[in-house]
């Protein structure tokens, strides 16, 4: 199964690791620090246009996704189920 994470992309719910809400990049260090190592390895990409609204992690990439973190778990949701 694929989730859409917004404009173009598309990754298989098995990739999935985590789906942050944006603000946390501002909030916890450890999260700064985790995507600015993604950042240096190239790992990042930024999905569309839009202000970024949550951060997807999967288990080769970064994603910064114009779609909420909340609208992603559902989708991410609704694919555990199988």
């Given at each position: 199964?694929?989730?859409h994470l917004g404009g173009e992309?598309?990754?298989r719910a098995s990739e999935l690791v985590a789906i942050f809400d944006i603000s946390i990049e501002q909030s916890s260090k450890l999260s700064k620090q985790f995507v600015a190592d993604a950042?240096?390895?190239?790992?990042?990409?930024?999905?569309?246009?839009?202000?970024p609204k949550s951060i997807v992690?999967?288990?080769n990439r970064v994603y910064y996704s114009p779609?909420?973190?909340?609208?992603?778990?559902?989708r991410?949701?609704?694919f555990a189920a199988y």
């Open positions: 199964m694929y989730i992309k598309i990754i950042k240096k390895r190239k790992d990042v990409e930024t999905i569309g246009e839009e202000e992690v999967t288990q779609i909420s973190s909340s609208t992603l778990k559902k991410g949701h609704h």
